[in-house]
């Protein structure tokens, strides 16, 4: 009897395998096929002055326009991207790409790309920046760069010349989701950050938990302390958005001001804040 039982755990367990398997096989040869046919689209959230809710930045986030699936978000396939080496591919279309839009937009608007582990131990990396904001006429301080923590786990000297490359081209360096990976804080005095980002998960709680305010609180702390500025994402309410400000939070980014947007429309809201004095804030929607 428990023989029979194991074994039917057994065989559920390998067809479960055996799904998950065909399902990867499946996004790996369908992420060939999409960096060919070239289906991918770039989307811009806006980052907000905590103060006065004007937008002065943007970030970049690739979406997946699938033939059948319609439009797909990057949780289902930077993973496998970057298991495959197609994300060097993928990264450097979506560099060009946000440089290109970047010429749209106006001068004082910066721009932040996520930048994968995979692609800072790239050789293409460099190349690619210094091509895109030479092509495009973009002063490099407009470009900042997203990298997590994990980067900094291995390989820290290698890393650590690759981001001063990029700084002394005068790029900007950013520190994502801060504060949800697994190194210690020593890497903060040893790489060149300009910005910590407070990850969304510490911010989603902020009205209800007195120990994610605290995280927020210090880390905010922390970031001016070493002389580096601090934005907010997965902003969601206006009691997010105003204890983040009061605590000292330079810059806010959410769905309170605006998911990701088609660069059209993120010129539209740098428009309409032009011509009114109001802070102007857009109803929440699905991205377009
Ligand atoms: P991330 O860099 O931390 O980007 C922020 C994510 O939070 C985005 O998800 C954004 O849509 C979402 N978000 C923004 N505001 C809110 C909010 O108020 N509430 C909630 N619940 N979520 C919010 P998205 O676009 O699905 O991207 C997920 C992750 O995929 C990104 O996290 C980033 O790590 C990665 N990613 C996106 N684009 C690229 C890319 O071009 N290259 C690489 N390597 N990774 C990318
Ligand atoms: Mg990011
Ligand atoms: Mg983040
Ligand atoms: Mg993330």
């Not at 790409?97 to 004082?108: F, G, I, N, T, Y």
Request: glycine share 4%; hydrophobic share 40%; net charge negative.
């Amino acid at each position: 009897q428990a023989k029979k039982v194991g074994k039917a755990n057994w065989c559920m367990f390998t067809q479960e395998l055996d799904d998950r398997a065909r399902a990867r096989l499946q996004v790996e040869s369908d992420l060939h096929h999409a960096v060919n046919e070239n289906e991918f689209k770039v989307y811009f959230q806006p980052q907000v002055n905590a103060h006065t809710h004007e937008i002065v930045g943007c970030e970049t986030l690739v979406r997946w326009q699938h033939p059948t699936r319609g439009l797909v978000y990057p949780g289902e396939f930077i993973e496998h991207a970057e298991d495959n080496g197609l994300i060097t591919r993928i990264g450097d279309w979506v560099l060009r790409a946000a440089m290109s839009e970047a010429r749209k937009l106006p001068e004082h608007i910066r721009v932040s790309v996520n930048i994968s582990p995979v692609q800072i131990h790239s050789a293409n990396l460099i190349p690619t920046i210094v091509h895109a904001i030479a092509a495009n006429n973009i002063d490099p301080t407009r470009l900042e760069l997203e990298i997590t923590e994990n980067v900094l786990m291995s390989d820290t000297e290698f890393t650590l010349q690759r981001l001063h490359q990029l700084k002394d081209l005068g790029i900007r360096i950013a520190l994502d989701d801060f504060g949800t990976g697994y190194s210690s804080l020593s890497y903060l005095r040893r790489f060149p950050f300009d910005r910590i980002k407070i990850d969304k998960s510490f911010v989603r709680d902020i009205e209800t938990r007195s120990d994610s305010r605290s995280i927020a609180v210090a880390t905010l702390s922390l970031a001016k302390s070493l002389g580096m500025r601090c934005t907010a994402e997965g902003v969601e309410t206006r009691y997010q958005a105003d204890f983040l400000r009061d605590c000292g939070c330079d810059e806010l980014q959410g769905f309170f001001i605006s998911r990701a947007q088609p660069l059209e429309k993120l010129q539209h809201m740098i428009e309409l804040k032009k011509v009114k004095e109001k802070v102007t804030l857009i109803q929440d929607q699905r991205d377009f």
